[in-house]
């Protein structure tokens, strides 16, 4: 537990992702099974347990520490697990450091339920004394390793002096817990134990893992790695692709043995069991500008739709029962199937088609606003689904029957695809037309026009056109050549830059993240509202420039964030091009935008020409356009 | 029992002042008499009169201010009794950083100990804190909450050593006070094995070469010539702690931005600097050892002077100790001792 806490530690505060991708590697490298396997899994999001209320650890921590000075600890630090952490007395060397079977808790008044000596200092004995004396009917006997002995301090059985152990009873020094021995007894114990296992392991670890226990047990643990890093690193250490590990993860559980076993080189390939396994999506590069179009043969390509919605796969198969198995992941590989109910009757088939999830009202396409509507929502309850019916626009198919089609050319997949969404007949699923074309221009034209161009009143929900070399296989990642997207114009603002905040990793030394702002009407006349923020779009060139702009116009600094100088005649214009706009309530203003990205540096603009709030307003209105008409909508906002 | 602790000891606006024998202890302006318990800026300022203080710190002070920081110095002795006015005077080792120590000072049987800044932790480049009995204990209270419990610097220097062979094409900038961290991380690098150069940022130079000259072994330390940035790929780099985000450390070959200081401890402090590898490593001592140290000395009354008071005044209450927070000013301003010196003030971000 220890070492999975220190790299979960390290792994926080490193922002590079090459970095991050090292520090996994050599974790699991160098951890035994089935530790990493554990890791792995919660890391991925793969471990299921009753989670612990905050409320539970504050009177755990408050039993041994004097409440005052946790309260004004917890006031410092600021987060309850990390104060927890660091403030819960207990032994900070492993317990081998110091054989010797020492007795706690059952002293005088003067000395203190505190675990192991530092001992590293040779000064450390004295360090027991000197920790805060809560009250001493609040004090809780020494925890044991032995478990029968732990059973009897559950707080229920009553705590303190009358379960004191007596005099001269030896407690060994707590041991460890292994990530394996948390999860295990998390997922199997009911929860008026929970409590006693707990302040067992927090006596056990160290700061770093008590740290991360906490996060984990309360469910807050937020790596920053996402699955796909993680799977990564377990591929490379047999040197396989992250989609390798991919194709075979989901037939596997937790503590993944067999696949460490494959991808080290001493086990077969882990046969999935899943019948309806996830394939990993192939992705498209952007057409940067109409010039990237001349170079290639129009005649060589087919043309559709880009839906503004969610990538899914939906998977269908049998298992040995005969039971037809349905899932939908999601670009990422994510099972996302319980958050989709209505999609499952339409997964008949077995095989794997990929599409373009979205929200389908008397058969229009909404926009990606009321989608989101729905992905936001934990519970899906029958009113959600009424109201926000999801709807699956498939554009390729990858299986069929058995069989793997996607070694096929395009040319032979799309034919496939039709005829089983023409053998489907089903409500929720649907084909992504082909848009006929002969030259580029035809695309340049029903690009920007889609509703002309065969799209009619969904083309609100169209975000440019995908296009798609008929000869070339499905292949998973993110080959140059055969897939480019090409998205329509991006809405563009002139905003005023308000904050700038140091950037991470190489840019850590710059101010790189822009919070800029609109003109609206305020109490005061007129006045800079922020509207979202920015950090990238420009050169590294420009980022030192702006970087000079921020440093030589501070007005006020918190922490990594600056103020700049802006108003109506100083100000620095940055135009902010954008692919859509959002309701917000943590912008002041009311609007977020959608994908932020400074599109040009205005040196030359004055402030005060910079754009007003009620354009992304109306931007906004454009969207919610389709939110259904009536109240109920409003009031479930 | 006529005698009151304030009688020797009170508070001005110049700070500790002992009216008996006309001398005040870390001034933080000019007066004409100082006893100067360690050569960190906050406490060993330029411009006073005479100047009592340990050869060590004596010089610490040549070195940061010119030779003629005072117009007169006087050199303090470990343990020797001096009568000053009408008091007696002896020094301690404080164990804080070269030459530091705590000033005694004694009148009719009662004793008070002004500690300046002190930790227990070991350092190998200074004497270890001695405890001194007395009725009146002054101390400081940097990290003065129970949260901060300084780990054990081996374990924080391995951690960075570590780092190194993970990532031996990345530079480690690592950001540490001119005066005794600095010099500490170099010697607890050498305790691990890291035998090679420890690269020097300008404004550690000075200060180095003085504790190599007082017998400190750091090994080599050359300092960064600025066209030879690029080509420090998987050296270890110490400079002031506000260079770590300065456009000076952006020329490192791709640098792992890493901070020593007891602040580490806790991750926002750590995430607002930008640090990407806190190392815990404290010249201050910890709340363990400041409870440790208050009961070691047998005080009956603790006066606290910077940091978090609260807490610390809190706790000698439950123990039955006076205590009362001196709130004084001027001193630890950016969290840990020591405002850079030569660094232009305007520059560091401001809200540490």
């Not at chain 1, 990993?280 to 503004?308: G, I, N, Q, R």
């Not at chain 1, 970087?547 to 620095?572: C, I, M, Q, S, W």
């Not at chain 2, 000072?105 to 804190?129: H, M, N």
Request: glycine letters at 8%.
């Amino acid at each position: 537990m220890n070492d999975f806490a220190h790299l979960l530690d390290r792994l926080a505060y490193e922002p590079r992702r090459n970095a991050k991708l090292r520090l996994l590697q050599d974790f699991f490298a160098g951890t035994p099974d089935p530790e990493r396997g554990w890791a792995l899994a919660a890391m991925t999001g793969g471990l299921t347990f009753r989670e612990a209320k905050p409320a539970l650890i504050r009177a755990l921590v408050e039993e041994r520490v004097d409440p005052v000075l946790f309260a004004l600890s917890h006031n410092y630090v600021g987060d309850l697990a990390e104060t927890t952490a660091l403030i819960w007395p207990g032994p900070e060397e492993s317990s081998d450091a110091f054989p010797s079977p020492r007795t706690r808790g059952e002293g005088s008044d003067d000395d203190l339920v505190v675990g192991a000596t530092s001992g590293s200092d040779g000064e450390g004995a004295s360090k027991d004394e000197v920790l805060p004396d809560p009250p001493p009917h609040h004090r809780l006997p020494a925890r044991s390793a032995d478990d029968a002995v732990g059973r009897e301090l559950s707080p229920r059985a009553g705590r303190g002096d009358a379960l004191s152990p007596g005099p001269g009873h030896n407690n060994p020094p707590p041991s460890v817990p292994t990530l394996a021995e948390v999860v295990e007894t998390l997922a199997t114990t009911p929860k008026r134990a929970l409590l006693q296992h707990l302040a067992h392991w927090l006596d056990a670890l160290d700061e770093t893992g008590r740290w991360a226990l906490l996060k984990l047990v309360t469910g807050n643990l937020r790596v920053g790695v996402s699955a796909r890093l993680a799977k990564t690193a377990v591929g490379a250490l047999g040197g396989h692709e992250a989609d390798a590990v991919e194709e075979v993860w989901h037939g596997l559980k937790p503590p993944y043995t067999e696949l460490f076993a494959w991808v080290e080189g001493r086990g077969e390939r882990p046969e999935s069991r899943n019948p309806a396994p996830f394939r990993p999506p192939m992705l498209s590069h952007p057409v940067e500008e109409f010039e990237d179009l001349e170079t290639l043969e129009p005649e060589a390509f087919s043309a559709e739709w880009k839906w503004d919605g969610i990538r899914v796969q939906l998977a269908g198969g049998r298992d040995n029962q005969g039971r037809q198995v349905q899932k939908v992941y999601s670009r990422t590989g994510e099972d996302i199937s319980e958050a989709f109910p209505d999609l499952m009757d339409a997964i008949t088939f077995n095989g794997a088609l990929d599409g373009e999830l979205l929200i389908l009202r008397e058969g229009r396409v909404q926009s990606f606003n009321v989608l989101q509507q729905r992905l936001n929502r934990k519970a899906v309850t029958g009113k959600l689904l009424d109201e926000f019916p999801a709807h699956v626009r498939v554009y390729d198919v990858l299986a069929a029957e058995g069989e793997d089609l996607r070694g096929l050319p395009f040319a032979e997949r799309r034919p496939r695809l039709e005829a089983l969404v023409r053998r489907l007949d089903h409500g929720r699923i649907d084909l992504s037309p082909l848009v006929p074309f002969t030259t580029w221009d035809e695309v340049a034209a029903a690009r920007a026009d889609p509703a002309s161009a065969g799209a009619g009143a969904d083309a609100d929900a169209i975000e440019g056109v995908m296009l798609k070399r008929l000869n070339s296989p499905y292949l998973p990642g993110r080959p140059k050549g055969p897939w480019w997207k090409w998205k329509r114009e991006p809405y563009v603002v002139d905003a005023v830059m308000m904050y700038a905040q140091r950037g991470h990793g190489k840019r850590s030394s710059f101010y790189s993240d822009y919070t800029f702002g609109c003109w609206r009407e305020g109490a005061e006349g007129e006045e800079l509202v922020p509207v979202g923020k920015a950090y990238h779009g420009f050169t590294d060139a420009e980022l030192q420039k702006l970087d000079r702009y921020v440093r030589n116009h501070t007005t006020k600094r918190f922490g990594p964030v600056r103020e700049v100088a802006y108003g109506r005649e100083t100000g620095l214009v940055l135009e902010i091009a954008f692919e859509g706009v959002q309701r917000s309530t943590r912008h002041k203003s009311g609007v977020a935008m959608r994908f932020p990205r400074v599109s040009r540096i205005r040196w030359d603009k004055p402030p005060a020409e910079a754009d007003r709030v009620d354009v992304l307003e109306r931007i906004l209105a454009r969207g919610e356009r389709e939110v259904a008409p009536g109240a109920a909508m409003e009031a479930s906002e | 029992m006529s005698q009151r602790a304030s009688d020797l000891l009170t508070l001005t606006r110049e700070g500790l002042y002992c009216p008996l024998g006309r001398f005040h202890v870390d001034p933080t302006r000019p007066v004409e008499r100082a006893l100067i318990t360690h050569g960190h800026a906050d406490h060993a300022r330029a411009g006073h009169g005479t100047v009592l203080a340990t050869p060590e710190t004596l010089r610490i002070m040549a070195v940061r201010y010119g030779e003629d920081f005072c117009t007169s110095r006087q050199e303090a002795r470990l343990s020797e009794r001096m009568r000053i006015g009408d008091v007696i005077v002896f020094f301690a080792p404080a164990g804080h950083v070269l030459g530091s120590a705590q000033i005694a000072i004694e009148r009719e049987g009662q004793r008070i100990v002004v500690s300046g800044d002190y930790k227990r932790a070991p350092d190998p480049t200074c004497l270890p804190f001695e405890t001194v009995p007395c009725d009146v204990f002054i101390t400081e209270a940097t990290f003065g909450l129970p949260v901060f419990r300084h780990p054990d610097t081996r374990g924080e220097v391995r951690k960075l050593i570590e780092s190194v062979t993970l990532f031996p094409e990345r530079a480690h900038i690592v950001g540490a006070y001119a005066l005794g961290k600095a010099q500490r991380v170099m010697a607890l690098l050498r305790e691990e094995g890291w035998d090679r150069p420890i690269h020097l940022h300008g404004a550690m130079e000075k200060l180095t070469e003085l504790y190599k000259r007082e017998g400190v072994p750091l090994g080599e330390t050359p300092k960064v010539v600025a066209a030879d940035r690029k080509d420090l790929h998987g050296a270890i780099v110490l400079c002031p702690p506000s260079s770590i985000q300065d456009l000076w450390s952006r020329k490192f070959p791709d640098p792992v931005t890493a901070f020593a200081s007891g602040w580490m401890r806790v991750r926002a402090r750590a995430r607002q600097k930008g640090v990407e590898l806190p190392l815990v490593i404290s010249d201050h001592s910890d709340w363990p050892d400041l409870c440790r140290t208050i009961l070691d000395t047998g005080a009956e009354e603790v006066w606290v002077t910077h940091g978090q008071e609260d807490a610390l005044v809190h706790w000698c209450g439950t123990r039955g100790i006076r205590a009362k927070p001196l709130h004084m000013l001027g001193y630890g301003d950016d969290g840990e001792a020591e405002p850079d010196p030569g660094h232009d003030p305007k520059m560091e971000e401001a809200s540490a």
